[in-house]
């Protein structure tokens, strides 16, 4: 029972470079979400799906781009990374609702040099 | 817009002691709150929630939470703190909509001494 997964787990890359996050659950969750922590302002909303194929922004989307083509993958790409979006990503998951617990990958911590 | 304030940004402990970390919401309607643990380097764990009925409820690990509508609050407890609660702590709040997306505090640190 592997859960939600995250690749890679740590990752360097520089200013101007595409970078792709994963995220795999193993739950047939419908609900998939991608969060960015950083010091004093806890985890942000970056884009939520609720199913394959429906996707949506959250509070800081700009600079991202995901995509949903199956239920238990949610990759976030980062089309021309800045160091503004040097952060630790997490992936999480929950089956529906508002009131069914979401569940957090590991996370990816992301440098952008 | 919906908020969380956890006013607390660091604690430091004695390992038996009691805790409380401090939680307060910004929410029109009736919320759903959370508190999750995140243990260094790890990603984060629920130790409760509250959706409706009994205002205390009990948690993992120990912990408990107890919400007050009239405060706006949904502080955590623990009646005796062990070095192993040394984590951060976060507070959530759902927005409505129906797509369970989470607001979140800044995070409390919580620190324990032996």
């Known amino acids: 029972d592997a859960g939600i997964t995250q690749s890679p787990r740590y990752k360097i890359t520089e200013t101007g470079r595409q970078v792709t996050l994963m995220c795999h659950q193993t739950?047939?969750?419908?609900?998939m979400f991608w969060y960015r922590q950083d010091l004093g302002h806890g985890l942000r909303l970056i884009y939520y799906?609720?199913?394959?194929?429906?996707?949506d922004k959250g509070e800081v989307p700009d600079g991202y781009v995901v995509s949903r083509s199956k239920t238990e993958n949610f990759p976030l790409t980062l089309e021309s990374a800045t160091r503004s979006q040097t952060s630790v990503y997490f992936c999480a998951s929950s089956k529906t609702g508002t009131d069914n617990e979401q569940f957090f990958g590991p996370g990816t911590r992301l440098t952008v040099l | 817009a919906q908020s969380v304030t956890q006013p607390d940004i660091h604690i430091t402990v004695s390992e038996g002691a009691s805790l409380e970390l401090r939680c307060n919401y910004s929410y029109g309607a009736t919320p759903y709150l959370f508190w999750y643990v995140q243990s260094p380097g790890q990603g984060l764990q629920l130790l409760l929630k509250y959706f409706s009925g009994d205002t205390l409820v009990q948690g993992i690990k120990g912990f408990e939470a107890e919400f007050k509508r009239s405060q706006s609050s949904f502080n955590l407890r623990k009646p005796s703190v062990h070095w192993s609660d040394a984590a951060e702590y976060f507070c959530?709040?759902?927005?409505?909509?129906?797509?369970?997306?989470?607001?979140f505090g800044a995070g409390t640190r919580l620190a324990v001494h032996p």
């Open positions: 739950w047939s969750h419908s609900y």
């Open positions: 799906s609720a199913a394959a194929d429906i996707t």
């Open positions: 959530a709040v759902t927005t409505s909509g129906g797509y369970n997306k989470l607001i």
